[in-house]
Antibody
Framework: QVQLVQSGAEVKKPGASVKVSCKAS????????MHWVRQAPGQRLEWVGW????????QYSQKLQGRVTITTDKSASTVYMELTSLTSEDSAIYYC????????????WGQGTLVTVSS | ETVLTQSPGTLSLSPGERATLSCRAS???????FAWYQQKPGQAPRVLIY???NKATGIPDRFSGSGSGTEFNLTISRLEPEDSAVYFC????????FGPGTKVDI
């Protein structure tokens, strides 16, 4: 079945970078866009960006533009989300989620990766 | 950016009762680009409804979605204990944004 498995929790210091992975199985990565969404404690879900693995096209949230990069390794069926210049406001659970048929709703989601930014 | 507002914040009901959750958008959402998700503690969200009223695969018939424009509803016709969760709405009409969620306690 279609499954997304993310890398484990990370603890980073302010100013550092983090790279979270999302390994897809059960389908062809190149055929779908993969989105990243984050959820800070007590906050609503926030869209981070997406990549279409077929041609490498990306789009990022204006808020995070310049600090976020989403890439793929098609040979490993894995998508990566890197966020630089971390602050405490970046502490959140980061989810990857497959975009269905180029629309905008997501199925399935990865299990989430907790990123904690603390000095 | 389209801002989504959900009501109520919390809903406490008994098994077998009917739940109606609302989501209001700050601007018109076109092409039915609207979805509902369920999230249980410690779990990733799961899609329930997409394109306003289409049930995702494996979602029980007691879940249904309706609405248009700026007003949308999720109805759970006969609550079961396993429906205790946070439900949040999403629009994907040119941008992507989510509501703050409604917690359903059963």
């Amino acid at each position: 079945q279609v499954q997304l498995v993310q890398s484990g929790a990370e603890v980073k210091k302010p100013g550092a970078s983090v790279k979270v992975s999302c390994k897809a199985s059960g389908y062809t990565l190149s055929s779908y866009a993969m989105h990243w969404v984050r959820q800070a404690p007590g906050q609503r879900l926030e869209w981070v960006g997406w990549i279409y693995a077929g041609n490498g096209d990306t789009q990022y949230s204006q808020k995070l533009q310049g600090r976020v990069t989403i890439t793929t390794d098609k040979s490993a069926s894995t998508v990566y989300m890197e966020l630089t210049s971390l602050t405490s406001e970046d502490s959140a659970i980061y989810y990857c989620a497959r975009n269905v048929a180029g629309t905008g709703w997501y199925d399935p989601w990865g299990q989430g990766t907790l990123v904690t930014v603390s000095s | 950016e389209t801002v989504l507002t959900q009501s109520p914040g919390t809903l406490s009901l008994s098994p077998g009762e009917r739940a109606t959750l609302s989501c209001r958008a700050s601007q018109n959402i076109g092409n039915n680009r609207f979805a509902w998700y369920q999230q249980k503690p410690g779990q990733a969200p799961r899609v329930l409804i997409y394109h306003v009223s289409n049930k995702a695969t494996g979602i029980p018939d007691r879940f249904s979605g309706s609405g248009s424009g700026t007003e949308f509803n999720l109805t759970i016709s006969r609550l079961e204990p396993e429906d205790s969760a946070v439900y949040f709405c999403q629009q994907y009409d040119g941008s992507f944004s989510f509501g703050p969620g409604t917690k359903v306690d059963i």
